[in-house]
């Protein structure tokens, strides 16, 4: 991205003009595209636009799906920097009832397909139309309603199956996925999946210690297994509870440990799609790292640390976030407007009791 620079609290409006006309440019580019559509016969060969008439574009379903949020996005946080009419033209075209009908059967034909990370979004993206208001807003949060009911049934059956998390640094991470989740429901109209998720997360991961994190990244990630799960138990127990399992789950981080994660990955090769991943990996973090020091108390020195390194992730990803080269420009500006905007207000402070169930214990608890 020409001229970024690091950014400070609450500078997306800075990006809203670049990061719009790239989403506008992706959402309506069918080609190249990266189906993840199971062929079982010849029939099956078709153009990406007939099994996805409202997300066709920007390379693959769940990217085009997060590129339309980040439209949302800042049709609301930033109406005066970008073509708001253009914009709304172009999602009136796809957000239609027709389209995210087609798209809502196609989900319930195939409930494998972009489990959970493309859901999650789907979920963004609805909660971000509802967000926005007035007409627009309305009627693109109406026309997604059924996709949205597919994903909530989708999420709780698979919910009830998984007996174990996904924990690597790609697209099918539980964790992050689940926080986007509970970001979001409530905002979609979904307020029930909260406790479904939570209880998910806490099966998972309540009891989890010493992260491994000397062995990330990996070479393809863009998100960090360990970051993830942190982020994730951020919003699920309260503020002094979660201030001792991060000590317990990333030790020393007072102490700027581990290194591996407070410092940005080295990307060799930014047009490698898979080494190209890394820079989103610096953006996810940061996004993370920022969210992870609003949960902490206001003394506590992690925070400090935290930051710090948010700020060198944020200077390592942002000049790469828009490049020219649609391998990283279908995806990494959802990236940096996440990392951007920062944590919500109810980041920190907000949670006053333990959002768990009798059959999850915790470190502490009374256990027969």
Same mark, same amino acid.
């Given at each position: 991205? !020409?001229?970024a ?11 809203a ?14 080609y190249p ?5 199971l062929? !079982?016969?010849?029939e ?13 574009g920007?390379y693959?379903w769940?990217?085009s ?11 609301r946080? %930033?109406r ?5 009419e253009?914009? !709304? ?6 957000l ?21 990370y493309?859901?999650?979004w789907l979920?963004?993206?609805?909660? *971000? %139309? ?5 007409p627009?807003g309305?009627?693109?949060? /109406? /026309?997604?309603?059924?996709?949205? *009911?597919?994903?909530?049934?989708l ?20 964790? &992050?996925a ?12 979904r307020? @029930?999946?909260?406790?479904?998720v939570?209880?998910a997360?806490?099966?998972w ?10 062995? *990330?990244?990996s070479?393809? #990630?863009?998100l ?9 138990? @951020? ?6 509870e979660f201030?001792?399992?991060l ?7 007072e102490?700027?440990?581990?290194? !591996?994660?407070l410092?940005?990955?080295?990307v060799? #090769?930014p ?7 890394l820079i989103g ?5 940061a996004?993370?790292?920022?969210r992870?020091a609003?949960?902490?108390?206001a003394d ?6 935290l ?7 944020l ?9 020219g ?9 959802? &990236?940096?407007a996440?990392a ?5 207000a109810t ?6 009791a ?10 502490g608890?009374?256990?027969?």
């Amino acid at each position: 991205m !020409t001229g970024a620079t690091p950014h400070e609290e609450g500078e997306l409006p800075s990006y809203a003009r670049q990061f719009a006309n790239v989403a506008l440019s992706n959402v309506t580019r069918p080609y190249p595209y990266a189906p993840m559509h199971l062929l !079982t016969g010849p029939e099956d060969l078709v153009p990406p636009r007939a099994h996805h008439p409202a997300f066709y574009g920007s390379y693959d379903w769940h990217s085009s799906v997060h590129m339309h949020w980040l439209l949302v996005r800042l049709l609301r946080r %930033c109406r005066d920097r970008v073509d708001h009419e253009r914009i !709304t033209e172009v999602l009136d075209g796809h957000l239609t009832p027709a389209r995210l009908a087609a798209e809502a059967a196609y989900l319930r034909t195939h409930p494998w397909f972009e489990r959970p990370y493309g859901w999650a979004w789907l979920l963004a993206l609805t909660a *971000e %139309c509802r967000a926005l208001g007035g007409p627009p807003g309305e009627r693109w949060t /109406a /026309a997604l309603a059924p996709a949205a *009911e597919a994903v909530d049934e989708l999420l709780r059956g698979w919910l009830e199956r998984a007996t174990y998390p996904v924990r690597h640094g790609i697209h099918t991470n539980s964790a &992050f996925a689940l926080a986007l989740v509970l970001d979001s429901a409530a905002a979609a109209g979904r307020p @029930s999946l909260t406790e479904p998720v939570t209880e998910a997360l806490l099966r998972w991961f309540a009891d989890d210690r010493d992260a491994p994190a000397h062995w *990330e990244p990996s070479g393809q #990630d863009f998100l960090s297994p360990a970051l993830s799960e942190a982020e994730a138990m @951020s919003r699920v127990l309260p503020n002094a509870e979660f201030a001792g399992w991060l000590a317990r789950f990333l030790p020393g981080t007072e102490h700027g440990a581990p290194r !591996t994660l407070l410092t940005p990955p080295t990307v060799s #090769d930014p047009a490698d799609p898979q080494i190209g991943h890394l820079i989103g990996l610096s953006l996810s973090r940061a996004a993370a790292q920022r969210r992870l020091a609003a949960a902490l108390p206001a003394d506590d020195p992690r925070g400090a640390v935290l930051r710090s390194a948010a700020g060198r992730h944020l200077a390592a990803g942002l000049p790469r976030a828009i490049s020219g080269d649609f391998t990283a420009d279908h995806w990494l500006a959802s &990236f940096a407007a996440l990392a951007l905007d920062g944590p919500p207000a109810t980041a920190s402070g907000a949670r006053t009791a333990r959002h768990r169930t009798a059959d999850v214990p915790f470190e502490g608890d009374a256990v027969d």
